[in-house]
């Protein structure tokens, strides 16, 4: 095998729970985590050159070890000792900077793809280790589907599938850093915490409904401040027949959940163009 093509999806947060702050600086969370159909296509290819070379769809992208997906090919190749170098190829559909780890996932597809093309036969445990050293996202890249998301991100319980659902994504037209998101929120004193217990039975009961109801995210406590529309493109949706919804990740993006895609549809048309918005996506759940 010479080249391999893959599909990177994006995640949605169905909650988002900050617990504290860690020895390592970084914070103490707990979250369910969902992937969408929504995808990016990256491909991978062998070349005959000693290096890693990547593009993209989008001129701006950073296309050296800036970008997680050609740190992910470099890393390997000096873990494993690969002289032969790779070609990449990103196709980006996720909106980038969005809250909805694009840019994780397309690094998980490059280990995974490495790990096949190379033959490496890395294990899920070894995996991982090489997948978190990269982002706390990436291990859940890895895994995908429906899970809990602690420490880090890096210590996942595979939960049962979600119910099925239509996903509305709307990011506007502003990029948040993640980094001044966590420091706000340490200056607030947050007076809710999402009960992640409750979106789980709510899971396991098959229960869309009930899913939509426990949806939380405490991050918006310190982004809707930064960006208000945030907030404004929560009420539309609802306003438009979203059983819930919430930011994801540390934002900007908003989705909500919708049991019609006709629903969804039109919700997405009347969010695009009352904020003016580019990026709107008509997406669902994904399990598979």
């Known amino acids: 095998m010479n080249y391999i093509n893959l599909k990177s999806r994006a995640k949605i947060n169905l909650t ?13 969370l707990k979250m369910i ?20 070379k990547l593009k993209s ?12 997906a050609f740190r992910a090919a470099d890393i390997i190749r000096s873990m494993y000792g690969i002289e032969s170098g790779v070609f ?10 969005a809250g909805l780890a694009g840019g994780s996932s397309d690094c998980a597809s490059v280990l995974y793809g490495m790990n ?20 706390s996202d990436v291990p859940y890249c890895l895994m995908r589907g429906t899970a809990l998301a602690e420490g880090r991100g890096e210590i996942l319980t595979r939960l049962n599938p979600c119910p099925q659902a239509w996903i509305v994504l709307a990011k506007p ?7 001044a998101v966590y420091k706000a929120l ?21 229960d869309i409904r ?23 493109i929560k009420a539309e949706l609802i306003k438009n027949g979203a059983l819930g919804a919430l930011m994801s990740g540390s934002g900007p993006t908003v989705f909500g959940i919708f049991d019609s895609k006709k629903k969804a549809a039109v919700a997405a048309n009347n969010i695009k163009a009352k904020f003016n918005l580019r990026d709107v996506i008509l997406t669902k759940i994904f399990n598979a």
Request: aromatic share 6%.
């Open 33 to 52: 985590m969902q992937t969408v159909e929504l995808y990016d296509r990256v491909y991978i290819k062998k070349i005959d050159k000693p290096y890693v």
């Open 57 to 68: 769809n989008l001129e701006w992208l950073p296309a050296d070890n800036r970008n997680l």
């Open 116 to 135: 096949i093309l190379f033959g490496l036969k890395i294990n899920r445990q070894d995996m991982a280790k090489i997948a978190l050293k990269l982002g």
């Open 210 to 232: 009930a899913v939509a109801d426990g949806l939380s995210n405490v991050l918006e406590a310190a982004s809707i401040p930064m960006c208000p529309m945030i907030g404004e």
């Open 186 to 206: 340490d200056s607030i004193d947050i007076d809710y915490h999402p009960d992640t217990e409750a979106v789980i039975n709510a899971i396991n009961a098959g």
């Open 16 to 28: 988002l729970d900050v617990t504290g702050v860690r020895d390592d600086g970084y914070h103490e």
């Open 173 to 179: 037209m502003i990029s948040l850093s993640t980094p």
């Open 88 to 97: 990449i190829e990103l196709n980006k559909s996720i909106p980038v900077a």
